[in-house]
């Protein structure tokens, strides 16, 4: 980078977190450094939630998902809006009513403690290994700039978030996700502008849509169905697997997540958190699909411009430096000899496609396929070296695409903007959730279990070395994330998946079977629906898959096993009642 990048990134850095810290100033309670005191209006709660779903791998990872795959991992949000409705409906009411700092503590209400305390441990698992996945977002970025390595990297990004998060709590989140949202979508919108702009002379907006179409990125609406093998289980994304898988992981992760959760429970009142849970569900859809088609044009840019064989330099090093150096050399060169074609080709495509010459046309577009697979092909032959050829190889680079464009061809001063962009939308997402896993320990465990009533100044205390611990967890997952082997933003929601179906089971057997009374019977049934996912994401990661079966689909299985074996468990366990229910929680 420039040095007008570097000023750039860092003025916009220190002016975010002086911000933040400044407005933080709250009284020194849980209710202060938790809930910012329950005063926050809808607007600010709808930033902070954008803001805590927003993070580094959103803007690192999504637009390199699409450059890959297309846009159809935005059918993975089509669930959000119906689930923000479910949730003003069902859940806002009780929290609200109940006036709790986390969701589980309705648990205890309902159930009984230990109920409570396995939704919890479940969500301290899932939040903290998703966190530590996001740390190494930011991480990944300081470490292709400064030539580090990854594992100091994480350190020190790890290091400064915990300062920044045990310094400000759930104000300082919120009110620094405001400004930090509008200085992303002002510099993605700036990075897509950017795009168009260095497109060749004569190629237009819709010229490169129409490219990125022609080359199957454009596929918003895919059905999983195929006419001679049917509806196909393992398809990650389709609008079925979007609607009803991602409606159930959406439900979970906004009602059960204490990361979200803690977000609108700091509203001043119910309709403020019922607000800004619902603008989120209209805005979400059309931001994560701006953001995925940066990456389809980044995508088609490439077809006119050279694009690396392979998008992560550290990765190319280890080739370089190995038995593979003089295959890689030939593979590379064959790249840039069918990267020549394919120019020469897409630009036939654009002369002839307007002027009605439907053979000329058909050609062209065949050479044009046929040039794009013999690419990926080249590029596959380099990720099977990196994956079982070469120590430490990596063989995904979906997370360097969007950076490694950033830092190769946008213009000084925009790309500090956009670095620190993707660092802020760390800082704010990480904040959140591990200043969510720091109450919910407060909250749910400390307070529970502790045989002392504590002051509200010493639960101020403990509290940040609560927040202090949970950092140094995730920095310490962050040092295990480099060969996760998928791209970020899909390893997240892998994660979430294989728990949220269950935490939700919990509560909507709460909710909605009032005659199951009986904490025991619910306790159970969340164990067996536990391994019951579990053993159905085991069976398809074989390395001869017994099932296929896309990840979202572990999300209603977690939730339609609670209810079947809660009512199971609940005919044959005896049955005590919790006097909380005949209360109305």
């Known amino acids: 980078m420039s040095q007008v990048d570097w000023i750039v990134l860092i003025v916009t850095l220190l002016v975010i977190i002086s911000y933040g810290l400044y407005k933080s100033r709250t009284t020194h309670n849980l209710d202060g450094y938790f809930l910012s005191n329950r005063s926050m209006p809808w607007g600010l709660i709808l930033l902070s939630i954008m803001g805590t779903q927003a993070s580094a791998i959103t803007f690192l990872s999504a637009p390199g998902q699409a450059y890959t795959d297309g846009m159809r991992f935005v059918q993975y949000y089509f669930g959000i809006p119906l689930a923000m409705i479910v949730i003003c409906i069902f859940f806002i009411p009780i929290f609200s009513r109940m006036k709790v700092y986390t969701a589980y503590e309705y648990l205890e209400q309902r159930f009984d403690g230990k109920t409570r305390t396995l939704t919890s441990m479940l969500f301290f698992l899932q939040r903290g290994l998703s966190t530590g996945i996001s740390v190494f977002a930011p991480s990944i970025i300081l470490s292709s700039l400064l030539h580090w390595n990854i594992y100091w990297t994480n350190l020190f990004m790890g290091g400064l978030l915990i300062i920044y998060t045990m310094t400000g709590g759930a104000r300082a989140v919120a009110y620094t996700q405001q400004l930090q949202l509008i200085i992303i979508f002002t510099g993605m919108f700036l990075a897509g502008y950017m795009v168009v702009k260095m497109l060749p002379a004569g190629v237009s907006f819709s010229d490169a849509l129409d490219v990125g179409g022609k080359l199957k990125r454009m596929n918003v609406i895919?059905?999983?169905?195929?006419?001679?093998?049917?509806?196909?289980?393992?398809?990650?994304?389709?609008?079925?697997?979007?609607?009803?898988?991602?409606?159930?992981?959406?439900?979970?992760?906004?009602?059960?997540?204490?990361?979200?959760?803690?977000?609108?429970?700091?509203?001043?009142?119910?309709?403020?958190?019922?607000?800004?849970?619902?603008?989120?569900?209209?805005?979400?859809?059309?931001?994560?699909?701006?953001?995925?088609?940066?990456?389809?044009?980044?995508?088609?840019?490439?077809?006119?411009?050279?694009?690396?064989?392979?998008?992560?330099?550290?990765?190319?090093?280890?080739?370089?430096?190995?038995?593979?150096?003089?295959?890689?050399?030939?593979?590379?060169?064959?790249?840039?000899?069918?990267?020549?074609?394919?120019?020469?080709?897409?630009?036939?495509?654009?002369?002839?496609?307007?002027?009605?010459?439907?053979?000329?046309?058909?050609?062209?577009?065949?050479?044009?396929?046929?040039?794009?697979?013999?690419?990926?092909?080249?590029?596959?032959?380099?990720?099977?070296?990196?994956?079982?050829?070469?120590?430490?190889?990596?063989?995904?680079?979906?997370?360097?695409?969007?950076?490694?464009?950033?830092?190769?061809?946008?213009?000084?001063?925009?790309?500090?903007?956009?670095?620190?962009?993707?660092?802020?939308?760390?800082?704010?997402?990480?904040?959140?959730?591990?200043?969510?896993?720091?109450?919910?320990?407060?909250?749910?465990?400390?307070?529970?279990?502790?045989?002392?009533?504590?002051?509200?100044?010493?639960?101020?205390?403990?509290?940040?070395?609560?927040?202090?611990?949970?950092?140094?967890?995730?920095?310490?997952?962050?040092?295990?994330?480099?060969?996760?082997?998928?791209?970020?933003?899909?390893?997240?929601?892998?994660?979430?998946?294989?728990?949220?179906?269950?935490?939700?089971?919990?509560?909507?057997?709460?909710?909605l079977f009032k005659h199951i009374k009986s904490g025991t019977v619910v306790f159970w049934a969340a164990i067996l629906a536990e391994l019951l996912v579990l053993g159905v994401f085991i069976l398809t990661k074989l390395d001869k898959p017994v099932l296929k079966m896309g990840f979202l689909w572990l999300n209603p299985i977690g939730v339609f096993g609670v209810i079947f074996f809660a009512l199971i468990l609940n005919r044959l366990l005896p049955q005590k009642k919790n006097p909380a229910v005949a209360a109305g929680f």
């Open 222 to 511: 895919t059905t999983g169905y195929d006419a001679k093998k049917g509806f196909d289980w393992s398809d990650q994304y389709n609008i079925w697997s979007g609607v009803i898988g991602g409606f159930f992981l959406a439900l979970s992760y906004f009602g059960t997540d204490q990361s979200q959760v803690g977000r609108y429970l700091t509203g001043k009142s119910a309709r403020d958190s019922r607000m800004g849970l619902l603008m989120n569900g209209i805005v979400k859809v059309p931001m994560q699909f701006f953001i995925l088609l940066i990456g389809v044009l980044v995508f088609t840019f490439y077809q006119f411009n050279k694009a690396p064989l392979f998008f992560n330099d550290v990765q190319v090093q280890k080739i370089q430096q190995s038995a593979y150096k003089d295959s890689f050399a030939i593979v590379n060169t064959q790249y840039d000899g069918v990267q020549t074609l394919k120019k020469e080709a897409l630009t036939r495509y654009l002369a002839v496609k307007n002027k009605g010459a439907e053979t000329e046309v058909n050609v062209a577009l065949d050479s044009m396929r046929s040039l794009q697979t013999q690419s990926e092909q080249l590029r596959n032959r380099v990720k099977g070296w990196l994956k079982s050829k070469i120590p430490g190889g990596d063989s995904n680079d979906t997370n360097y695409i969007f950076l490694r464009f950033v830092v190769d061809y946008l213009p000084a001063g925009l790309v500090g903007l956009l670095i620190a962009i993707i660092f802020l939308a760390s800082w704010g997402s990480i904040a959140a959730a591990i200043n969510s896993l720091a109450s919910c320990t407060m909250i749910d465990l400390h307070r529970r279990f502790t045989k002392n009533k504590d002051s509200n100044e010493t639960e101020y205390r403990l509290s940040k070395w609560y927040t202090m611990g949970w950092g140094i967890f995730c920095i310490i997952v962050a040092m295990f994330t480099y060969n996760i082997g998928n791209s970020l933003i899909e390893a997240v929601n892998i994660l979430g998946s294989l728990f949220y179906g269950v935490i939700l089971g919990v509560f909507l057997v709460a909710f």
